[in-house]
């Protein structure tokens, strides 16, 4: 339950992406919907009825008028019988103690808490209309949601995924024998005792979820995990023409190039996400660190950090939506690995940092990849990699939701804190090593060490203007909300102010809570 001082603590904030004040005397407004849509499918959030924002005030005293409401008993049991209205609301999320009423100032005001919703209960939408009536918040308040984001979270509410679609009129003959082939080479040395070894390739793809019958016209066609993982590359580009693979290298440039390494369809592979995931690894690692070691008579150079990669790559495809418009893309730079894969997180980001739970949108292309010792058991996956780069004392991998692009990045840095310093997340796990060869693979190399510092300091100086723009906006603007929206850690945001401050660019009007942010000389 919320008390006076948690009012005022979240006022001197301002509203953000988990906050709204609104006027309300005698009546909801009409708004107050909008934004529990919105609440619910985003991050959660609390509304306040009875209090006023006057967002274009810097001075922190004026900013909000507390008129309060005139009849809060009135006014909540509407509120309750609104919610409860299929008609009105596609589900109440609330308890009682989520609605409250509290004296602020002499003045009694409503706050009401949403929580975020499940995958399995949004969209949350209004007056029965989902395509019309579903809201996403941003920074700068409620937004209509499109086609896409409501069609996404309507596919994300499936419990069986997504890949076990049926692709009508996609046959066996739509598969690249060569690759699965290639794949049940894998599977038996993995499983030389499996029964399904000596299935002919039609049976195989029906166990493994690759093939299906339709029960309702008995034909069988290949499912969308069957033909995305082996399919050849001309059906799969008809199917799926709203999809991109991409692996760009961008370490050790010279000059104006661009990269040192790409794979995209050329016409030279056939484009599914096995070939794509088995060409692009290998060059994704061989540049890390591989200690001698040895396994008996038989030499072990498989580092956690190389399962840690295998593993960043698997949550990358069997988390991706692949039915929206979108890329799945690798990069490897000279201070990070980044992967990026369309569509939303289905759990919280706290949630899929503790680990213990996994809700894969590819259900069979998770299954198909575990039965050849890629990806870990169902939860423990991204725990593994947090604690691989945390054995090589590497910045804490960063996972960040970009809801305007629908898609997920997640950046892998092969750098510890000191040494990147500027714009990620030092979490605690971080050593005082630096220089040495435990900050990146090629640190005995000049040209790579200078072309990371380069890159390093690009991003910086992008992030710092960013940041900048951001404050002359909105003098108000907090820590957090600079983190989402630079795409950083709140660390890293921290660093960057605290540097502005320093070279007397920025400063600080006020104490941290209730103060402002002012400009002194926008230009570095």
């Known amino acids: 339950m919320l008390t006076p001082t948690d009012i005022y603590e979240l006022l001197e904030k301002g509203e953000h992406l988990t906050l709204e004040c609104k006027r309300c005397e005698s009546r909801l407004p009409n708004s107050l919907w909008d934004t529990y849509s919105a609440f619910a499918n985003s991050y959660g959030g609390t509304i306040l009825l009875g209090i006023e924002e006057h967002r274009a005030e810097k001075d922190q005293s004026k900013r909000y008028t507390i008129h309060g409401v005139t009849n809060p008993d009135k006014l909540i049991t509407d509120f309750w019988n609104l919610l409860n209205d299929p008609n009105k609301v596609s589900v109440n999320l609330l308890k009682d103690d989520n609605v409250q009423v509290l004296s602020i100032e002499g003045k009694e005001i409503i706050a009401i808490h949403i929580p975020r919703a499940d995958y399995m209960t949004r969209p949350v939408f209004l007056n029965n209309n989902p395509l019309k009536a579903t809201f996403r918040r941003n920074y700068e308040g409620d937004y209509h949601c499109s086609d896409a984001d409501v069609r996404m979270m309507m596919r994300d509410a499936n419990p069986d995924g997504n890949d076990r679609m049926l692709i009508e009129y996609y046959t066996i003959d739509d598969i690249d024998i060569p690759t699965l082939d290639r794949y049940r080479m894998l599977f038996r040395i993995d499983n030389p005792d499996h029964v399904w070894n000596n299935l002919s390739n039609e049976d195989f793809l029906r166990q493994l979820g690759g093939m299906a019958t339709d029960r309702v016209t008995g034909k069988e066609w290949l499912t969308m995990a069957g033909l995305l993982m082996f399919g050849k590359g001309l059906p799969v580009r008809e199917r799926f023409d709203n999809l991109r693979m991409d692996y760009i290298d961008k370490t050790d440039l010279i000059g104006d190039q661009r990269y040192s390494d790409r794979l995209t369809y050329d016409g030279t592979w056939e484009n599914n996400l096995f070939n794509f995931m088995r060409t692009v690894l290998p060059r994704l690692t061989r540049d890390l660190p591989r200690p001698f ?92 990699i947090l604690s691989a780069w945390n054995e090589k004392h590497w910045v804490k991998p ?99 102010l605290k540097k502005l401050q320093t070279q007397g660019i920025i400063r600080r009007v006020g104490p941290d809570k209730g103060g402002h942010w002012e400009v002194i000389n926008p230009k570095e």
């Open 398 to 496: 960063e996972l960040i939701e970009q809801p305007e692009l629908l898609q997920v990045k997640l950046k892998l840095y092969i750098v510890n804190f000191e040494t990147i310093g500027e714009g990620v997340q030092k979490g605690g796990q971080t050593s005082g090593q630096t220089g040495s060869q435990n900050t990146t693979p090629k640190t005995t190399q000049k040209t790579s060490q200078k072309t990371s510092q380069k890159t390093t300091q690009k991003t910086t100086q992008k992030t710092t203007q960013k940041i900048i723009d951001e404050i002359s906006k909105n003098s108000l603007i907090t820590r957090e909300e600079l983190a989402i929206i630079c795409g950083i850690s709140a660390d890293g945001v921290k660093w960057h």
């Open 293 to 384: 070691a040895m396994e008996g008579m038989q030499r072990v150079d498989d580092t956690t950090q190389h399962k840690a990669v295998r593993e960043a790559m698997t949550n990358a495809i069997i988390h991706a939506d692949f039915v929206t418009n979108g890329i799945l893309k690798v990069e490897k730079l000279d201070d990070a690995f980044v992967f990026t894969n369309p569509g939303l997180l289905k759990l919280p980001i706290e949630q899929i940092y503790a680990g213990g739970e996994s809700k894969a949108r590819n259900q069979r292309m998770q299954n198909m990849l575990r039965m050849i010792g890629y990806g870990e058991n169902i939860g423990s996956g991204f725990p593994l």
